[in-house]
């Protein structure tokens, strides 16, 4: 989907309204008058509009090559060239990302979108996204800035402390990188993190993990919630459709899984490339074996989009019986994605099977959810996640 087909409230609409005071989003305490710093940060934002930040997570290598140790691509980078990302150059030996503070994609989002259905459910978010990935995913669903340097992205300037002050002027409990490859723009998301903790406000990550350990680490200790795809089960799936290592993203499923940070899992099912039963079985098996049976797991529907046009939209049958197939293998929480007004977006209690908390495409409401103890009122199994009043 492009910025503009996908549901919530764009980029121009949330820094007008930003500006003009009058953001209300779902259930936000908003109103204020004041127009901020975002106008002055619309007003910058052009084509070519980029950062020349120090990066980090880097080896300097001789005659000013740098050996790039962000993510398993291990980009060796002459003087004046960018790792396959294209957001990371190498400076006449100094490194340097493009994109920090530099977002391409802006939007005020239901945490729902995210998706992110056990964390904060029911509440807004500041959602944010950059130009480049270090993936190159066949059906890419935000190719117009995930596939593209920032050079050729509309970016407004947005610094971490600014994105923070938004948050907080206007009321919006958290910020979430999305859309592109979060991972890319590491040193953005580790400041902004560090901003948003000391502020009292979230900020979540939707990520395909092809990252090394340490900076998955670093990510992994500054957010409050990770959404990591889990995009096949397959080494030649990753490798022919993807380009990324399915054993990478798995160690980074349980790097994840292991930190204080809340996991969620997404599968998005492409016809003919990876909606094999036996192969998305296998990978229901390893989630529950190494991460439990309460990880939230969306089973999102495909759309046809990028180099897989020709590709028809994933049928409605085969999602459902992927779904049995995850709850029959013993994960408590599956859902299916890009399915508005299916029942199964909603939140269903594993043990008595009473629905907890009621979705209708972004539309949230508590049926049975004991908000003090997270418990279900009809049962007392505690659902797990951080939920909200
Ligand atoms: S993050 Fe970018 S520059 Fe670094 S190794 Fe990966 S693709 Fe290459």
């Known amino acids: 989907?492009?910025?503009?087909?996908?549901?919530?409230?764009?980029?121009?609409?949330?820094?007008?309204?930003?500006a003009r005071g009058c953001l209300a989003l779902g259930l936000m305490p908003l109103g204020l008058r004041d127009?901020?710093?975002?106008?002055?940060?619309?007003?910058?934002?052009?084509?070519?509009n980029v950062s020349n930040v120090p990066a980090r997570y880097f080896k300097p290598l001789a005659a000013r090559e740098i050996k790039c140790l962000l993510c398993p691509r291990h980009c060796q980078i002459?003087?004046?060239?960018?790792?396959?990302?294209?957001?990371?150059?190498?400076?006449?030996?100094?490194?340097?990302?493009?994109?920090?503070?530099?977002?391409?994609?802006?939007?005020?989002?239901?945490?729902e979108k995210g998706p992110f259905f056990h964390f904060l459910a029911g509440t807004n978010t500041l959602a944010l996204g950059t130009a480049g990935c270090n993936l190159t995913c066949l059906y890419c669903q935000s190719w117009q800035f995930a596939q593209r340097r920032p050079e050729q992205?509309?970016?407004?300037?947005?610094?971490?402390?600014?994105v923070v002050a938004q948050v907080q002027k206007y009321g919006i409990p958290s910020i979430t990188f999305t859309y592109s490859e979060p991972v890319v723009a590491i040193e953005y998301v580790l400041d902004t993190a560090r901003?948003?903790?000391?502020?009292?406000?979230?900020t979540l990550i939707h990520t395909a993990a092809a990252c090394n350990e340490q900076p998955?680490?670093?990510?992994?200790?500054?957010?409050?919630?990770?959404?990591?795809?889990?995009?096949?089960?397959?080494?030649?799936?990753?490798q022919d459709v993807v380009g990324s290592l399915r054993t990478v993203v798995l160690e980074n499923v349980k790097i994840a899984a292991a930190s204080s940070a809340w996991l969620e899992l997404t599968a998005l099912i492409v016809p003919g490339y990876n909606d094999d039963q036996a192969s998305f079985r296998a990978m229901c098996e390893w989630v529950l074996e190494n991460v439990g049976p309460?990880?939230?797991?969306?089973?999102?529907?495909?759309?046809?989009?990028?180099?897989?046009?020709?590709?028809?939209?994933?049928?409605?049958?085969?999602?459902k019986e992927l779904r049995k197939i995850a709850f029959n293998v013993g994960l408590h929480y599956v859902y299916l994605g890009n399915m508005a007004g299916d029942p199964s977006e909603s939140t269903y209690c594993p043990k008595c099977g009473i629905k907890?908390?009621?979705?209708?495409?972004?539309?949230?409401?508590?049926?049975?959810?004991?908000?003090?103890?997270?418990?279900?009122?009809?049962?007392?199994?505690?659902?797990?996640?951080?939920?909200?009043?």
């Open 78 to 111: 002459r003087p004046g060239e960018r790792g396959l990302c294209g957001v990371r150059e190498n400076v006449d030996g100094v490194y340097v990302t493009k994109v920090y503070g530099k977002p391409a994609a802006i939007k005020g989002d239901p945490m």
């Open 195 to 202: 901003a948003a903790r000391a502020a009292g406000v979230k």
């Open 216 to 238: 998955m680490r670093d990510l992994c200790n500054a957010v409050d919630a990770i959404n990591i795809d889990l995009k096949g089960f397959t080494d030649k799936f990753y």
């Open 294 to 319: 309460d990880v939230p797991l969306h089973v999102s529907r495909f759309f046809p989009e990028y180099r897989l046009r020709n590709v028809p939209a994933t049928p409605i049958d085969t999602l």
């Open 35 to 48: 127009s901020g710093g975002l106008l002055a940060g619309a007003a910058q934002a052009k084509v070519g």
């Open 356 to 389: 907890v908390v009621k979705r209708v495409g972004y539309q949230v409401t508590n049926e049975a959810l004991d908000l003090r103890t997270y418990r279900c009122t009809k049962c007392g199994l505690k659902i797990a996640g951080y939920w909200v009043a």
């Open 1 to 18: 989907m492009t910025e503009s087909d996908q549901p919530g409230l764009g980029r121009r609409e949330f820094l007008g309204l930003c």
């Open 153 to 162: 992205t509309d970016n407004e300037s947005l610094p971490p402390d600014e």
